[in-house]
């Protein structure tokens, strides 16, 4: 009996921290969102139909995107409210939470190689070649930073999962 009283102890404070690390994560995705955001948003309006504006467009879209997600996110963590999570439960969501990260790293490579066919298709183009190139830009730039920020949250996020098995009876 005494295992039950540890999962009883110890339960709760991991599923808190487990938590607080995804607020805290897509605080970081919000974070690069309003940068995206006021960033590209301010320079879009001030650059001509170049390959710069259509790189802050193509950024203006990827924040609001990345916005919504974070916000999402964050509202999806519950950190005070874990009390009757089970261990099964916490284990359940860990393993959803690491699968959509390393979903999302693929995701992210997909766009960087869909960069690399507007890049491609550029210089081919019969009209509006800069475009191709900007989207190719923002691509390269959000898919890049979007992998490491997936890759680098799942390696951080993991650790809960041994910590949760260490309960397991």
């Known amino acids: 009996m005494p295992v039950v009283s540890d999962v009883a102890a110890a339960l709760p404070a991991i599923n808190f921290e487990r938590e607080m690390l995804t607020q805290q994560g897509m605080g970081v995705l919000g974070a690069w969102a309003l940068l995206n955001l006021l960033g590209s948003g301010w320079l879009v309006t001030r650059t001509p139909a170049t390959q710069q504006h259509y790189f802050h467009q193509m950024n203006v879209g990827w924040g609001a995107v990345n916005a919504l997600l974070a916000v999402w996110g964050i509202l999806q963590a519950r950190p005070l409210h874990v009390e009757g999570l089970t261990l099964a439960h916490s284990l359940q969501a860990q393993f959803a939470f690491e699968k959509i990260l390393l979903f999302n790293a693929g995701l992210d490579v997909a766009y960087v190689a869909v960069g690399a066919w507007l890049f491609a298709r550029a210089a081919s183009a019969d009209q509006l070649p800069e475009r191709y190139l900007g989207y190719a830009r923002s691509l390269w730039v ?8 997936d890759i680098g949250f799942y390696l951080v996020y993991h650790r809960w999962t041994a910590a949760l098995l260490a309960l397991v009876p």
Do not use: A, E
Not at 142 to 149: D, N, S, T, Y
């Open 142 to 149: 959000q898919g890049g930073f979007l992998f490491v920020f």
